[in-house]
């Protein structure tokens, strides 16, 4: 198992804006959970994040899953955002070249680089694409995620493919803050890792997400944070699910990091 710095000593090191007062968070709130609420309709989303808010440190959204989207939903979710102290991830996963991302970022009907703190992109189009998510994301203090491992059965984000976009983000780290991962992929503590696929015990659904505990991923696998959506918003008790994940995976950090 790997050892860590502890939030608070990463905060002073990091350069990006958006990672120092994410590590903040995670420090003040005690919270290394990540919810992904990956519900329809506006209300249920805002509902959730309501409850939920107080145990975590970001929120993720898929905003194209949701079928009453409307400008007023997003004022909503950054009220929230204020009110429980929480980025909003995106988890747009952008995958073309840079010139057409650029216009994914930050036209349409979801305009992602006016209200979207993080968001992320896959590395198969090569350094182009963070350059177009850049050009419009930056000027905004918006970071970005490379996707360098996926959770799913078979996925082909393995091997020379997750080193070749360490090397992507170490080239571009004025924009990408880190990766989504299933375990550390670098020492440089400049990069916050992010894993999805978590339960709190282990098995997969029957599409080929496959899960992990929080003591596996923060623990033994070096992650930083944990991105837990049906764990959170199928329990009978989101806001009580999503405390015992925020419990899980602080004191799994605790235990493995240094102070
Ligand atoms: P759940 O905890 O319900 O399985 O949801 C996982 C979330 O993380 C989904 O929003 C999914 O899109 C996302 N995700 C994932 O599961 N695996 C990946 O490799 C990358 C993801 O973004």
Redesign the pocket.
């Known amino acids: 198992s790997k050892k860590s710095l502890r939030y608070h000593e990463r905060a002073e090191i990091v350069a990006h804006p958006l990672s120092k007062q994410l590590l903040k968070i995670m420090d003040s709130k005690q919270t290394n959970l990540a919810f992904?609420v990956?519900v329809t309709k506006c209300q249920q989303v805002l509902e959730l994040v309501d409850k939920v808010g107080p145990h975590v440190c970001i929120v993720?959204t898929?905003v194209d899953i949701i079928e009453d989207f409307n400008d007023d939903f997003i004022t909503a979710l950054q009220k929230l955002a204020d009110k429980h102290n929480f980025l909003i991830f995106e988890?747009r996963k952008f995958a073309d070249i840079g010139n057409t991302v650029k216009h994914q970022y930050s036209s349409g009907v979801y305009k992602i680089n006016q209200w979207a703190h993080i968001t992320n992109a896959h590395s198969v189009p090569g350094d182009g694409v963070v350059q177009g998510l850049k050009d419009v994301g930056l000027p905004k203090n918006r970071g970005c995620l490379l996707?360098a491992e996926?959770?799913?059965t078979g996925n082909l984000a393995t091997g020379e493919y997750t080193k070749a976009t360490v090397k992507m983000a170490e080239e571009q780290a004025d924009f990408v803050i880190g990766f989504?991962c299933t375990s550390r992929l670098t020492d440089d503590p400049r990069f916050l890792h992010m894993t999805?696929?978590?339960q709190l015990s282990a098995g997969g659904d029957s599409l080929g997400?496959q899960y992990l505990t929080p003591n596996i991923v923060i623990g033994d696998r070096g992650s930083d944070i944990i991105?837990?959506?049906?764990?959170i918003y199928k329990a009978d008790d989101p806001s009580n699910a999503a405390k015992l994940f925020k419990e899980a995976g602080y004191e799994a950090y605790l235990k493995q990091s240094v102070d």
């Not at 991105?227 to 764990?231: E, H, L, Y």
Request: aromatic fraction near 0%.
């Open positions: 992904s990956d993720k898929h988890d996707i996926m959770s799913s989504i999805p696929g978590v997400q991105i837990v959506g049906r764990g």
